[in-house]
């Protein structure tokens, strides 16, 4: 035996350990050629040892990740697999989406709980013959900036008659179309932009109700969203997350399981 022969045996060692990781079917139909091709090289005098490594583990690399992508492939086409792959996947979509919608209807909802009270406060004291500017409460809310709740009263054209509310230095109006839909329905609960934007846009969570009585009209209470709307984003986030880890692990989970399958011998 030559020097160079155990040198050689150990490197066949390390060889047949790494075509371990290859598919089993791949293995049985491939092992043995591929352990006497690599037995082969080392006896080839002409080709040194410096040459050989680099190229087999080359080798070893490219077809271990063709024969993986392959056996992937192979996978997620088979039809069963495919199936409940989409079905779980479905699935988690909609948990996704039931972890986003379900807090944010909370959330948006519950921004106008302060409103629902402040309108029917305000549109009873108007009915009992109240002045606007003496039912409205005093101060002044620039409801840009602050996220204190807000009234506004309006005439029947929807002119505004007493407020406490300022955007750039005044009164601001919604929508004439939010006055009909309240006049024919008694209430109306809307997410108003009166400024567009953004970043820079300003949304308030309204409530408007229709006054009755002698003089007829409109009362709008609102508060700036700023908050909930920062609050409903993290909701969308930690539900986007959700979505992709629960993706993620049905297809991690599909893949194992064929290659599980694919690594037991015919």
């Known amino acids: 035996m030559t020097p160079a022969a155990p040198h050689a045996e150990g490197l066949e060692r390390i060889y047949a350990q790494a075509l371990r990781l290859y598919?089993?079917?791949?293995?049985?139909?491939?092992?043995?050629?591929?352990?006497?091709?690599?037995?082969?090289a080392l006896r080839d005098r002409s080709l040194s040892r410096r040459t050989l490594i680099p190229l087999v583990l080359r080798d070893l690399l490219t077809s271990?990740?063709?024969?993986?992508?392959?056996?992937?492939?192979?996978?997620?086409?088979?039809?069963?697999?495919?199936?409940?792959?989409?079905?779980?996947?479905?699935?988690?979509?909609?948990?996704a989406l039931a972890l986003y919608t379900i807090p944010q209807q909370v959330l948006r909802q519950g921004a106008n709980d302060p409103q629902i009270q402040m309108a029917g406060d305000l549109a009873a004291r108007l009915e009992q013959g109240i002045a606007p500017a003496e039912a409205v409460p005093a101060g002044s809310v620039?409801?840009?900036?602050?996220?204190?709740?807000?009234?506004?009263?309006?005439?029947?054209?929807?002119?505004?008659?007493?407020?406490?509310?300022?955007?750039?230095?005044?009164?601001?109006t919604p929508p004439?179309?939010?006055f009909e839909y309240t006049r024919i329905h008694g209430e109306e609960r809307i997410s108003w932009q009166p400024v567009l934007g953004r970043e820079h846009g300003v949304r308030i969570a309204a409530v408007i109700e229709r006054v009755n009585g002698p003089h007829p009209g409109f009362v709008l209470a609102g508060r700036n969203m700023r908050e909930v709307e920062a609050r409903e984003q993290q909701v969308e986030q930690m539900a986007g997350l959700a979505w992709i880890a629960m993706l993620g692990l049905i297809f991690l989970g599909t893949a194992a399981f064929g290659w599980t399958t694919r690594h037991k011998p015919a």
Not at 66 to 90: I, S, Y
């Open 64 to 95: 271990l990740a063709k024969e993986h992508l392959a056996m992937l492939r192979d996978t997620f086409l088979r039809p069963a697999l495919l199936f409940n792959a989409m079905v779980l996947a479905g699935i988690s979509t909609v948990l």
């Open 142 to 172: 620039d409801i840009a900036r602050s996220l204190s709740p807000f009234v506004i009263a309006y005439d029947d054209q929807g002119q505004p008659l007493g407020s406490n509310a300022q955007l750039n230095g005044q009164t601001p």
């Open 176 to 178: 004439k179309g939010v």
């Open 23 to 40: 598919p089993a079917r791949f293995r049985a139909a491939h092992g043995a050629a591929m352990r006497q091709t690599f037995r082969d």
